[in-house]
């Protein structure tokens, strides 16, 4: 199992993560309309690597000597969109656990929504926002999409500022059904103009979950007083440690970030990237769960 | 004025401000949440650090070595010396320098040694002193230096010298009489490539080739020249191919053949130089020293040496 957050640092295949990770979370982030009601089969479809083979109709392969696999016809309405922050500041690195960045995390746990989703039968897309621009994956179902989001996903890297507001604004227009958003980011700039987005489409009445990544030394000052340091996106200009106004600071933003959220109704968890995974997926699922 | 030219080293300032580096500070490392921190001055160390040590060197020697030259840069390292010209007995040379105190003095031997003390005076230290001894000719003016210059002379016997002189004529007895009295010449009745003076006083034409620094022409039907030369004192004279020509005659008097002979002696034969009193040459310090140039030679060579070397650390640092 992947049970440390050091290990999760050493692999680099997101799909062993899911199925570590999933092992024991089941199946279902959201009750589909559809369950229950019988699954009602749609149509055969050639296998494709990557189906499950309980899902491979084993009497039609004895018949006609090839994988087919059975689509059923259980498609929830609710597309799932999974909203990376890929801005250079998602390269803050954890200060105990080494080789293990935010970024990372938030890859491995997009991948792990991304394969409940898809169990699920829910459409997913992605969005990732870094390097001044937004890379949009249009959501769809199956396998295939699923090793799309995963090429995509290992692909990214941190990089830039995130995308001025009006190139956000301009790439919303993919949400008209009701859709889950799923977002996972370290929310150090807020408002900006992801904030912006999410809240609206929070206001387009989609659901939208904001997973707040942080790490231990972030969350308790844990940096010698009087360091230097500087901003990853804001370029030049140095910044001298000093704990007091740095926790002070950092509540007063978190604090304003919370209120943004709660008056917008958009359920945040705050997860360390030093946290288990499981333990953080499933946090951040549940509180899905309960909506 | 040569020295203002150290003023010149000012120009090092600038290969050393090029390879002048502040050192940035480099060990802040990115934080995602620095937002949340004041902002410090941009603080850079103040430690001076130079690139390309080994270049900067090399430019700093080569500008030194040039401002050196134009400097005419010279170490005085000289210190007592004795200047002797080539020649002289060496036991009147023991006993002058006995006493004047020179005698574990160095020795140079020059054959002119006031002319080139003048030009390498700068050699010898403040304090050195100079002794000048030997056959040392007196010049025009009286010698100024920056040091103390002792003056010995002696006159050496003048070497001995042969001179020749070729008479073509009919009348050889009466030529040959001129010389007879004097010593060191040598008469000849066949002229030869040694021949100073040839006296042609036949009508025929001289061999072609023939050459000599004078001709007295006797008789003036073989050199056409003469016939519309310049005369002076009813002698005419002219210049040819074959040298100076002078139309002449056996002198009739000892009156005569004297005047002829100091004539040729006065315009063919440098003076004798007349030789300086011994005596002490007092140091004036306001003397400037000339140009040396002494170590101009050494000083080139150090020049395109460095140049050499800076070209080729300059290329290899690019690469």
């Known amino acids: ?291 | 004025m040569n020295s203002l030219w150290w003023l010149a080293l000012a120009v090092l300032l600038l290969p050393v401000w090029w390879h002048r580096q502040k050192r940035e500070r480099t060990n802040a490392q990115p934080l995602a949440t620095a937002r949340f921190l004041p902002r410090a001055d941009p603080q850079q160390q103040r430690v001076w650090r130079w690139t390309d040590r080994v270049l900067l060197l090399m430019r700093c020697l080569l500008l030194t070595a040039l401002i050196a030259l134009l400097a005419d840069l010279t170490l005085p390292w000289r210190g007592d010396t004795v200047l002797v010209t080539p020649g002289t007995d060496a036991e009147w040379l023991e006993r002058h320098v006995a006493e004047t105190g020179f005698s574990g003095a160095a020795r140079l031997t020059t054959a002119d040694p006031l002319g080139w003390l003048a030009v390498h005076e700068r050699e010898w230290k403040a304090g050195a002193r100079l002794l000048v001894a030997g056959n040392v000719s007196m010049p025009a003016v009286r010698p100024q230096f920056c040091h103390k210059v002792e003056l010995r002379t002696l006159a050496s016997p003048l070497p001995k010298s042969e001179h020749r002189v070729a008479i073509v004529s009919k009348r050889t007895a009466q030529w040959r009489a001129l010389f007879a009295a004097l010593d060191g010449y040598v008469v000849t009745d066949t002229p030869d490539a040694k021949s100073e003076l040839i006296i042609w006083d036949v009508p025929d034409a001289p061999p072609a080739g023939m050459r000599a620094p004078l001709w007295w022409v006797g008789d003036a039907t073989a050199f056409p020249e003469l016939r519309g030369a310049a005369s002076a004192e009813g002698m005419r004279y002219a210049d040819s191919a074959r040298g100076r020509l002078w139309s002449a005659a056996p002198a009739a008097d000892a009156g005569a053949a004297r005047s002829m002979f100091e004539t040729w002696q006065r315009l063919h034969y440098a003076p004798v130089p007349y030789l300086a009193p011994s005596q002490l040459l007092a140091a004036s310090p306001g003397q400037a020293a000339p140009v040396a140039g002494a170590l101009r030679d050494i000083l080139m060579m150090v020049l395109a040496a460095l140049f050499a070397l800076e070209r080729i650390l300059a290329h290899a640092s690019r690469r």
């Open chain 1, 1 to 291: 199992m992947l049970a440390t957050p050091a290990q999760l640092a050493h692999t680099t295949d997101l799909n062993l993560v899911i199925r570590y990770v999933l092992a024991g979370l089941g199946h279902g982030i959201h009750a589909g309309r559809e369950r229950g009601a019988g699954v009602e089969f749609s149509e055969y479809r050639a296998y494709a690597p990557g189906d499950e083979w309980r899902r491979v109709d084993w009497k039609l392969l004895a018949r006609a000597d090839r994988y087919f696999v059975r689509e059923a016809e259980r498609d929830s309405h609710v597309a799932v969109w999974l909203w990376l922050d890929a801005s250079a500041s998602m390269a803050e690195p954890s200060r105990s656990v080494a080789g293990l960045d935010k970024l990372q995390y938030a890859r491995a746990v997009l991948a792990c929504i991304a394969a409940i989703a898809q169990r699920q039968g829910d459409a997913f897309g992605l969005i990732v926002c870094g390097g001044g621009r937004v890379k949009f994956t249009p959501a769809a179902r199956g396998p295939r999409q699923m090793q799309r989001i995963l090429a995509q996903l290992s692909r990214t890297e941190a990089q830039g500022s995130l995308p001025p507001a009006e190139t956000l604004r301009a790439s919303l227009h993919f949400a008209r059904s009701p859709s889950l958003v799923f977002a996972v980011s370290d929310y150090l700039d807020w408002p900006s103009a992801q904030s912006e987005a999410l809240l609206r489409l929070r206001h387009m009445r989609h659901d939208v979950r904001a997973l707040c990544l942080q790490t231990d030394a972030e969350c308790d000052a844990g940096f010698a007083d009087g360091s230097a340091w500087r901003d990853p996106e804001a370029g030049k200009g140095l910044f001298r440690f000093e704990s007091q106004a740095y926790l002070k600071n950092r509540a007063d933003h978190f604090a304003g970030m919370a209120a943004d959220c709660r008056r917008s109704d958009i359920r945040t968890l705050d997860a360390r990237i030093e946290q288990s995974l499981q333990t953080v997926l499933r946090a951040w699922l549940r509180q899905a769960g309960r909506a």
